[in-house]
């Protein structure tokens, strides 16, 4: 079945665009779990497939739906949002200079200060939420890739993707979007110019806690992204196909699943600003938010379901109230149907930047006044 062109993204979403079994008609897509694929007498691919590595058929239901989210020309599934990130920094070469954020996932930092720095890559922490200081930090004909997070983990700081681009690109390097927290239905990353948008697709994308995977979609199919789709082939950083088809299926359900994040997260936040429990609520809907006027301008219909509240009483307060709650799930990662929280600077370890009164918060889709309810007797 094909659908008109006209369609708008939650219909893209919701129908899969289109995606079914034409073996037995069945709306939702089959599994396909063979490794490898028969050539006929005359030594031909039957099907056009080799191997698994490289073809398998799960992977392009939910490629071609993100594609055609993003606004993009082309995506890749990865076996983690930690194996498509680091595939893009793999498509780089020895040599290269790239500036990343100095607010950062903290599993991505340890890789780029740990193994990709010691291959080769030149990394180079930056204030990306400063537009004059990551050109400042740029050298001309060596600067190969600009990486920001926006919002970013776990401070949600916001960074401006259209300046970037135009930082980047004055400089013959490319702009890769971390766009976990955002989303497609909050941020389109490669419509502001950047030339890649990577997604931990454990997270919002799939949106169940029940998959590990990664997504990263290319604005052009150039070289540099044929370089990307060799790294996960060569390295075998694929997806197994019930992974995909279950991503598929979480896909499906992403506009109102976020939005209804969202929702409850800008109530949340709304709540504690100023509560006495609260030394600050970290989350950009709201407009004494520093990246406030940069998040309105670049995302749409809402602003995420993740914040993060620094805890009065330092990190002996944050824990307290971590112990008390009785709704939250105390639990690493996000996105998910259920509300998690998560002292980010225990989780990370003594080399944490994160403020050690902070508590990362998920928002569900829990009834958003019983959220509130358990952290107000969390606070007190």
């Known amino acids: 079945m094909s659908l008109p062109d006209y369609i708008h993204s939650p219909t893209v979403a919701a129908q899969a665009l289109g995606f079914g079994d034409p073996a037995t008609a069945g709306i939702v897509p089959a599994i396909h ?18 191997y698994s590595r490289a073809d398998n058929p799960n992977y392009e239901p939910p490629e071609a739906v993100l594609t055609r989210l993003e606004a993009g020309a082309a995506t890749a599934v990865f076996s983690s949002g930690m194996s498509a990130a680091t595939a893009v920094f ?28 010691d291959w080769g890559l030149r990394v180079e922490s930056v204030d990306t939420t400063d537009p004059a200081a990551v050109e400042g930090s740029v050298r001309r004909g060596q600067t190969k890739l600009i990486w920001i997070e926006t919002p970013a983990n776990p401070t949600l700081v916001v960074s401006d993707i259209e300046a970037l681009a135009e930082v980047a690109h004055r400089a013959g390097a490319l702009l890769a979007v971390d766009s976990t927290f955002a989303t497609p239905v909050h941020s389109l990353p490669l419509l502001l110019g950047a030339d890649l948008v990577m997604h931990s697709a454990t997270k919002y994308l799939n949106g169940h806690s029940d998959v590990i995977a990664g997504t990263v979609t290319t604005r052009e199919e150039d070289a540099f992204w044929g370089r990307i789709i060799a790294v996960r082939s060569q390295a075998g950083t694929v997806l197994g196909p019930f992974e995909a088809w279950l991503l ?9 699943r976020v939005a209804a994040q969202s929702r409850a997260a800008m109530r949340i936040a ?23 006027r940069v998040a309105a301008r670049q995302m749409q219909g809402g602003f995420g379901g993740m914040l993060s509240l620094r805890v009065a009483g330092g990190a002996p307060g944050a824990l307290s109230a971590l112990g008390r709650l009785r709704i939250w799930k105390r639990a690493t990662s996000l996105g998910g149907v259920e509300s998690l929280v998560e002292h ?15 508590l990362r918060l998920s928002v569900g889709l829990e009834d958003a006044d019983d959220l509130i309810r358990d952290l107000e007797q969390a606070l007190k």
């Open 344 to 358: 980010r600077a225990s989780v990370e370890g003594p080399q944490s930047a994160t403020p050690a009164d902070l």
């Open 33 to 50: 779990p063979s490794t490898t694929y028969e050539r006929g007498a005359d030594n031909t691919l039957l099907s056009g497939r080799l």
């Open 270 to 292: 709304e709540h504690f600003e100023g509560h006495s429990g609260v030394e600050a609520v970290l989350y950009p809907g709201l407009t004494s938010f520093p990246g406030h």
């Open 90 to 117: 793999m498509a780089l070469k020895p040599g290269d200079h790239v500036l990343v954020p100095k607010v950062i996932y903290w599993a991505l930092r340890a890789w780029l200060l740990g193994w990709a720095t």
């Open 248 to 256: 598929l299926r979480g896909m499906r359900t992403l506009f109102v």
